[in-house]
C-alpha cells in the first residue's frame, strides 16, 4: 500500500530539533533538497503498490534520497542509514519534519527501493532536473533587449556525445575457470536432490568431484600454461559437466522434485545448461567467440564488450551512450549488449533539441559517429560534425582548420571527464549491484549525482560572486639586491596578491 505523502517543509526554518535550534539554509544537503521533485514521479513510483493492503510503504521522496546519499557518500546500505540516523541535515533531504533518533527504516530496504525506482524514472528525473537549471541560468544570463525571430532560429550551443563501459564486479572470466564453478554447482544440486528423494534405495551418483578439482588445479596454479593444456583441461571439466547433468535428469526421473531447490538455485541450474552448451560448441569448433555469451554465473546477463582501450580490450558491464551539454552529462541508452553507437546520434541531437529549443551549433564526437547518414542528416539541420571530412585528406591544410580541430577535441574532453568523475569519484567504476534492473538504477544514479555536483559548484561560484570573494591569486616578485643583479630562483618571494 501507497499513501500520497506529505509535504516536506519549504525551508530549513520549519524543521524542528530537539535543541531549538534551525537548519542553515547554506547547507548543501538542504539547497539539493530544494532541486529533488516529490510529488511530480510519485504517481509513477506508486504503481509499484497496485493493492490498498498491508503497510504504508517509504514515499518516493525518502527512497530517491536514500539512494542520491548512499552514492553521494559511496557508503554501504548499513552506513547510509546509520549516517540518516546522526544527520539532521540528511533527514531533511529524505523529507522528514524533523530530527528523530530512530533508524528511518530498515538497511534491507535499500535494495527494494532500487528495484522499485527505475533507470528510466531516475532518468526523467535527472533530466529534469538539469533542463530546470538550464533554463533558469538562460533567462538569468538573457539580455535585456528580446532578439529577433531570426536569431531565436539559429543553432546554439556545442553537444558532446560518448560511449563508455560500467563494469561489474565480478572475476575476470576464463572458460577454464567458468566451467569448474559451474561443476560445482552442479555437484552441490545433486546432493540436494539425493536428500529429496523418498525412496533411497538407489545409490547416490558418483561426482569425481575430488578428482575434477585435482585436474582443475593442474593447469589453474600454473603461470602461463600452454594452449593445449588448457584445452585439454577444458575437455575434462566438460566432461564432468556432461555427467553430472545426466545424473540431474535420472535424479528427476527417479523423483526427485525440483521443488526442493530455491528460486536462485533453480536459476542456477537453468543458467548452467546453457553454459555447458556454449562451451561444448566453443570447444567442438575450435572458437573464442558466441552470441550472448555467459561470463558469470550470479549475473548471467553480463556480457563481454570490446573496447580497444589500452590495458583493457575487453570490458564485462554495460555499455552506456551519453550526451553531455552546459556541463551536464545524461544516460540515453544503457544495453548489457554491445551495440553500435552511431545509430544514436540522431536521437541524442533531437533530445538536446527538446531540452533547449534549438539546435547545437556543433557536435563533438569519436570516429565512429562520422557516417556518411550522420554528416548529411547533421549538414540538413545546419550543424557542424567534428573531425575531418570524408574521403583523402587535402596535401595541405590551412592553420584555421588545424586550430579548430584542435579546438574540436578539447571540447570534446570534457565528457571523457565526465566519465572520469563517475569512475574515479562515484561507482561507475565498479557496479556491485547483481541484477540487471538493480544495476541499471545505481547507473542512472551516478549519472543524477554528477549533475546535481555540478550545480552546486554554479551555486558555490555565484555565491562567490555576490559576496565579492575571490580565490587568492598568488604572484612571484623578483627582488634586485643592490647591485642590480638579481636574485637566484632560491631567493625569490612568493607574495600574495
Known sequence: MYRKAELAPLTPLDFELTNGSKLSPDNRWVKMAQLIPGSEFESEYAENFPTEMGAPAKSFRMALGALIIKEKLLISDRETVEQIRENPYLQYFIGQLSYSNELPFDPSLLVHFRQRISGNLINKVNEGIACENTRTRRRQTRKKKDSDAKNESQNRGKLLVDVTCAPAD??????????????VHTEKIIDILYKSLKNKAKKKPRTYRNLARKDYLAVAKQRRPTQNKKRQAIKKQLQYIKRNLAHIGQLIESGATLK?????????????TEVYRQQQWLFDNNKQSIEQRIVSLSQPHIRPIVRGKAGKKVEFGAKLSASCFEGYVFLDRMSWDSFNESGDLKAQVEAYHRFTGYYPESVHADRIYRTRENRAWCKEKGIRISGPPLGRPPATVSKEKKKQALSDERIRNAIEGKFGQGKRRFSLNRVMAKLDNTSE????????????????????????CRSGKTTPVFRLKIISNYSGRKLTPEKLILNRA
Do not use: E, H
Open 441 to 464: 538504477t545505481v547507473i542512472a544514479i551516478t549519472f543524477l549525482v554528477m549533475n546535481l555536483s555540478t550545480w552546486l559548484r554554479q551555486v558555490f561560484c555565484v555565491f562567490l
Open 260 to 272: 526442493s531447490l530455491n528460486k536462485k538455485q533453480y536459476k542456477t541450474l537453468l543458467v548452467l
Open 170 to 183: 565480478i572475476t575476470y572470466p576464463t572458460d577454464l575457470g567458468l566451467l569448474n564453478l559451474a561443476r
